[in-house]
C-alpha cells in the first residue's frame, strides 16, 4: 500500500471508530452536517492531521458513515471483507443471489455507470443518495474502500468488485445447476 493510500486507511478506520464510540447527539450532528462540519469532525481534522484542501472530501465521507451508523450502534461498520462496490450490487446481503429474473442488484447497472461518470458535486450528492439507501439495510463495508470511493482513486476497483459480486452470484449458481 502507497504512503497516501495508507494514510488514507488510517484515517477511515479512525473516523468510524470514533463514530462508533460517540454518544447519539454526536452521531446525529455528523448525520446533520454540512459545510461547517460538526464537533466530532472537527475534532478528527486535528487528531489526523487532515489537511485544509482534504477537509471537503473527509466531511462528505464522516456524513456517509455517520449515515450509516445508527445511533445506538457503539460497534464500527467496518468489515475488511466487504468491498463497497460489492455492497452496492447486493445491498448488504453477502448471500444473495442476482442472476434470476426477479434478483436484481441493489444498485441497478445504469445507476451505478452513471455514479462512476458523474464528477465533482454531482459525484457527491449521487454517492450520498446510494449510501441513504444502504443505510436502511444496516450493512457492514470496507469503510477504506468507501473513502476511496469519496476521493475517487478507486473506480477501477469500485467497477471491478461490484461486477465482481454479480458475477460470483451467476458462477455460483450456474455450478450450483
Given at each position: 500500500m502507497s504512503k497516501p493510500?495508507?494514510?488514507?486507511?488510517?484515517?477511515?478506520?479512525?473516523i468510524a471508530a470514533a463514530l462508533a464510540a460517540a454518544d447519539p447527539g454526536d452521531k446525529a450532528a455528523a448525520r446533520r452536517m454540512r459545510d461547517a462540519g460538526?464537533?466530532?469532525?472537527?475534532?478528527?481534522?486535528?487528531?489526523?492531521?487532515?489537511?485544509?484542501?482534504q477537509e471537503a472530501d473527509w466531511r462528505l465521507f464522516t456524513r456517509l458513515v455517520?449515515?450509516?451508523?445508527?445511533?445506538?450502534?457503539?460497534?464500527t461498520i467496518h468489515n475488511e471483507t466487504r468491498h463497497f462496490g460489492a455492497v452496492l450490487a447486493d445491498g448488504g446481503e453477502p448471500l444473495k443471489a442476482l442472476n434470476t429474473p426477479d434478483a436484481k442488484p441493489f444498485l441497478s447497472e445504469g445507476r451505478?455507470?452513471?455514479?462512476?461518470?458523474?464528477?465533482?458535486?454531482?459525484?457527491?450528492?449521487?454517492?450520498?443518495?446510494?449510501?441513504?439507501?444502504?443505510?436502511?439495510?444496516?450493512?457492514?463495508?470496507?469503510?477504506?474502500t468507501l473513502a476511496h470511493a469519496v476521493i475517487g482513486w478507486?473506480?477501477?476497483?469500485?467497477a471491478a468488485a461490484y461486477y465482481k459480486r454479480i458475477d460470483q452470484s451467476q458462477t455460483k449458481d450456474t455450478q450450483d445447476a
Open positions: 493510500e495508507s494514510e488514507t486507511a488510517r484515517r477511515a478506520l479512525a460538526s464537533t466530532l469532525f472537527w475534532r478528527q481534522v486535528t487528531r489526523l492531521g487532515i489537511p485544509e484542501g455517520a449515515l450509516m451508523t445508527p445511533a445506538s450502534r457503539e460497534k451505478f455507470a452513471r455514479f462512476l461518470a458523474a464528477r465533482g458535486s454531482a459525484r457527491h450528492e449521487s454517492l450520498e443518495r446510494m449510501v441513504r439507501m444502504l443505510s436502511r439495510r444496516g450493512p457492514e463495508l470496507n469503510v477504506v478507486s473506480d477501477d476497483r469500485l
